[in-house]
């Protein structure tokens, strides 16, 4: 098993930032594909981006890239999302997830953790 805790949620304004971050523990989180999702009110979880075991390779939905950055600390079983320009669209509960495989799928990934609020006022 493994247990992930996201944190880091909350109001922004639109145009500015949030880094949320995702705590591991249980069952090796270092060989684990992390993946972040997003849920809004009324529609289907959607991916945001994933980043290899390793952090050597990331990969991100369209509507994010550029925006958004997928880091990890594998020494502090952690994987960050940082958002930067935030738009009311992207208003949401955000997931991190862990897997085996790079996958953009919500079957892709195994584990997942409660999610967090975040909210971009215009």
Known sequence: QMQLVESGGGLVQAGGSLRLSCAASGRTFIRAV???????????????????????????????????????????????????????????????????QLRVDVEGYTYWGQGTQVTVSS
Request: hydrophobic content about 30%; glycine content about 12%.
């Open 34 to 100: 992390l993946g972040w999702f997003r849920q809004a009110p009324g529609k289907e979880r959607e991916f945001v981006g994933y980043i290899s075991w390793s952090g050597g390779r990331t990969y991100y939905a369209d509507s994010v890239r550029g925006r958004f950055t997928i880091s990890r600390d594998n020494a502090k079983n952690t994987v960050y999302l940082q958002m930067n320009t935030l738009k009311p669209e992207d208003t949401a509960v955000y997931y991190c997830a862990a897997g085996g």
